[in-house]
């Protein structure tokens, strides 16, 4: 496969870096003298000194023989107007656009032009990370042999949208309210489990981390 | 060239060429918003400028959230990077319908592509490149 990778930094030496020990050919475009020598001698591929979305320079990166076109400069501008000239002038089967503006992401799709927005990315692991941190000890009773811990159940969990009954609690285990809304549940094993329930459950040392990874399907 | 129906325009890029058009066309009696990066680029409106400015990045989709493009009989994209003018022009085309969308376009060779695309573009040195043509030849 033919890559031509059009940016700078870190990210686009370990992209370059990625697709050549994969086989690919990879050129690159890059607006920063300096840098261009480093990835010339970095990197086992053909880097063009100039910027990407112009139109002369692309010609001689070679645009239409390439099968790919990653525009990953820190400017959206910069990467729509790359991918834009690739697809229409050179007819560049894909091209990719990296956008900084997570709104961007939907624009450049009416525009036409495929988009990954890193932000959107970044903030979304954390956000599923936060499912499994929502896991509160809360009281230590019986002289630690008793663990009373509240989970809340994510979009992860694996009970979620099941009854009770359907799946079992090892021994010595009890989900012992719900509270959803403002409503404390008591549950029975018809009972079903939403997302967004707050479960207080009830452990023993001996079985606590196996219950916490059965109502949040975490793997850790 | 323009009606005399009052207009919402909204020019981005306050430099030489854009405050120029908001001047004019505040003048003219239009509804003018001036969308520019810096601040101090509005210090090129005149005293009698009569519209709004927003301080902002026009390639954030928030800051044409906010100039209410969706409102916009024309956008004139007149900052001096032909990227961002293209990108704000396809924007208002595609994403908000704006009725009339001009951009300014440095590199006569990107004209023509976007032309392909229904953008209408003005290219300030192919045109001055004509004039002074004419004058001497």
Known sequence: ????????????????????AKGYTVSIINRNREECSKLAR????????????DLNILEEAGASTVDTVLAVTPRDEDNLIVCQLAGLRFQVPRTIAMVNDPDNEEVFRKLGVMAVSTTRILTSIIEQRT?????????????????????V???????????????????????????????????????????????????????????IRMLTGDKR | MFNSKKMYVIVVGCGFLGSYIANRLSRHGHSVVV???????????????????????????????????????????ATDNDNINLMIAQIAK???????????????KREEIYQNLGIKTICPASIAGEIFIDMVI
Do not use: W
């Open chain 1, 1 to 20: 496969m033919n890559v031509l990778i059009v940016g700078g930094g870190k990210l686009v030496y370990f992209i370059g870096r990625t697709f050549i």
């Open chain 2, 35 to 77: 969308i520019d990066r810096n601040e101090s680029a509005f210090d090129s409106l005149t005293v009698d400028f009569s519209g709004f400015h927003i301080e902002g990045d026009a390639t954030e989709f928030i800051t044409t959230k906010q100039a209410k493009c969706e409102k916009a009989d024309l956008l004139i994209a």
């Open chain 1, 131 to 151: 499912g499994f941190e929502e896991i509160i000890n809360l009281m230590p009773v019986g002289e630690g042999k008793v663990n009373v811990t509240e989970i």
């Open chain 1, 153 to 211: 159940l994510g979009e992860g969990s694996p009970v979620v949208g099941r009854l009770l009954r359907e799946f079992e609690l090892p021994d010595n285990s009890l989900i012992a309210t719900i509270i959803r809304g403002d409503q404390a549940i008591v549950p029975r094993g018809g009972t079903a489990l939403y997302r967004g329930d707050r479960l207080i459950v009830i452990t023993v040392p001996e079985n606590h981390a196996g219950v």
């Open chain 2, 94 to 108: 595609k994403v908000y319908s704006v009725p009339r969308v001009l951009a300014r376009v440095n590199d006569p």
């Open chain 1, 42 to 53: 970095r990197l086992k591929a053909t880097v063009i000194y100039g910027e990407g979305s």
